[in-house]
């Protein structure tokens, strides 16, 4: 059997017809197949890799801390330096309320932390998502998810869940003092890039102030610099009570964590005792690697960078087939007027060196969210690949 039997056949799959690329290498926005064939990666692995594929610094940091440990103990009893460190790297860059941090495997993972400690903390036990938002795949991420198609099949879910439409201020009323948090994107990403007015996020916030709800946003997609903030809330003038990390937090490695207030974190160290655990959470070679990744954002200019990119991208996608193009930094939707015409596209962006897909919610809509690395003539040639995949579609 080939590589490719192989993974057909005892690899878990999550789709009828995965995209099933053999890739040998990756560096900075450039993947290579086992054939020697590079593309040109839009994705990042989803907003993973937000300073490129194995960046150096990255990589020398994995390699230092395998060198000196790898798992010692179940999360929280022992003083591991690179969640120590990691730790107090993200407390110094977020406001003074957000000082604590509690480090998981994954994004999905610190969605139900966060989703219990707000229990825990409040004693109540609704919940208010949104329509159309992406919070994970586990029972009680997807208890919250935003669409009926994904979460039918998986009845019965958690109850006391409302949805509620994003950014409309006729929802604001329904917050009270049995809703326990309100949880939400700080940009609806699988929605194809939406995102809220700072009048409705204000309203939110204040509302949720009164009546002692917290308010929970998901950073997954738009932390470490993906809108052009290093945080996406930053640009809405509001802070949340617990902010939810994944993804880029890794540096290319599984990592997630939730970060609020230490008074309120605390609720979870007692009655009961272990009140949220994890085995493997903040593992010191995925926090070693997420706090290289994160230095490099912040010294290298990185984010600064990202609004010009953003504009570049907007100026050279021009074409009849494009209906709009939506962004938030380099979180770009391009949408067109069915699934199959974006499907068609895609497919032949990968056949021309370009990896692009879709949005769960959106899958008219191709996505663009490369690695922040990506250079200005890396964007032209990207785009000279675009445009040439919509033809005369």
Known sequence: M?????FLQHVAQTSPAPLALEIVKAS????????????????AGISVCNVGHCHPRVVKAIRQQTSQYLHLL????FIETPQVQYAKLLTDHLPDSLNCVYF??????????AMKLAKRVTGRTTIIAFNQSYHGS??????????????????????????MQYNDFSMIDSIDHNVACVILETVQAERGIFAPSKEWLSALRKRCSEVGTLLIMDEIQTGFGRTGHLWGFEAFGIVPDIILLGKALGGGMPLGAFITDKKLMDALTDKPVLGHITTFGGHPVCCAAGMAAMK???????????AAKEVLFRQLLQ???????????????????????????????????????????????????????????????????????????
């Not at 080939?2 to 192989?6: A, D, G």
């Not at 179940?74 to 009893?77: F, L, S, T």
Request: glycine share 8%; proline share 3%.
């Open 28 to 43: 900075g926005v450039t993947l290579t197949d086992k054939s020697g064939r590079e593309y040109i990666d839009l994705i």
């Open 296 to 306: 490099v954002l912040l010294k290298e200019d990185l984010i600064e960078k990202v």
């Open 2 to 6: 080939n590589q490719r039997q192989i």
């Open 104 to 113: 998981t495997n994954s994004g999905a993972e610190a969605v139900e932390g």
């Open 74 to 77: 179940v999360y929280g009893e």
């Open 319 to 393: 074409h009849p087939a494009i209906r709009v193009v939506r962004s938030r930094g380099l979180l770009i939707a391009v949408e067109f007027d069915t699934a199959e015409t974006c499907k068609r596209i895609i497919d032949r962006c990968i056949e021309n060196g370009v990896l692009t897909d879709w949005f769960l919610f959106a899958a008219n809509c191709l996505r663009i969210a490369p690695p922040l690395t990506i250079s200005k003539k890396e964007i032209k040639r990207t785009c000279e690949v675009l445009l040439h995949a919509m033809g005369n579609v």
């Open 138 to 163: 586990t029972q009680g991420a997807l208890s919250i998810i935003g669409d009926e198609y994904w979460r039918n099949a998986f009845r019965p879910l958690l109850p006391g869940i409302l949805h």
